[in-house]
């Protein structure tokens, strides 16, 4: 295995705080946010496919779970998506943050796997009450 201090690359989607890509840079790793890289009310599909093309884990933050797991569900298990990286953050916006600290050590665990195994990707939802990795 690679190790659980191997960096990687992270877009923040549109409407996830700046204090997530704060505890990501600590840790090492480098942050794009979406404005700086996309036009506001670019397509889910668009942020998509510069995530794959950065090679960077897509974090997304939508607080209503259940929504957010089948709206994600549906798209990650499409072909042309196959090798998206996302980091699903369905917890309120203002513990975003403290809620991917807490993951953090799953985090580097699972990016690990995913890099030791190009059929793999990291795809991790963050709530409120758990954590829970999707291979």
Same mark, same amino acid.
């Not at 699972?110 to 409120?128: A, F, N, Q, V």
């Given at each position: 295995?690679?190790? *659980?201090?191997?960096?990687?690359?992270?877009?923040?989607?549109?409407?996830? $705080?700046?204090?997530?890509?704060?505890?990501?840079? #600590?840790?090492?790793? #480098?942050?794009?946010?979406?404005? =700086?890289? #996309? *036009?506001?009310?670019?397509?889910? &599909?668009?942020?998509?496919?510069?995530?794959?093309?950065? &090679?960077?884990? !897509? !974090?997304?933050?939508?607080? =209503?779970?259940?929504?957010?797991?089948?709206?994600? =569900?549906?798209?990650?298990?499409?072909?042309?998506?196959?090798?998206?990286?996302?980091? #699903?953050?369905?917890? $309120?916006? $203002?513990?975003?943050?403290? %809620?991917?600290?807490?993951?953090?050590?799953?985090?580097?665990?699972?990016?690990?796997?995913? %890099?030791?195994? $190009?059929? %793999?990707? !990291?795809?991790?939802?963050?709530?409120?009450?758990?954590?829970?990795?999707?291979?």
């Amino acid at each position: 295995m690679t190790g *659980p201090t191997e960096t990687f690359r992270a877009l923040l989607n549109a409407g996830v $705080p700046d204090s997530v890509g704060r505890i990501l840079s #600590l840790r090492g790793h #480098l942050v794009v946010r979406h404005r =700086d890289v #996309l *036009p506001e009310r670019t397509t889910d &599909d668009e942020v998509y496919e510069t995530a794959i093309r950065l &090679d960077a884990v !897509l !974090l997304v933050i939508d607080r =209503d779970a259940s929504r957010a797991v089948r709206r994600y =569900d549906a798209k990650l298990r499409q072909d042309r998506l196959k090798t998206l990286c996302v980091i #699903l953050l369905a917890c $309120p916006e $203002p513990t975003a943050h403290l %809620r991917l600290e807490q993951a953090m050590s799953l985090i580097q665990l699972e990016w690990g796997y995913c %890099r030791e195994k $190009p059929s %793999r990707r !990291l795809w991790i939802d963050i709530g409120t009450h758990y954590i829970r990795t999707n291979r």
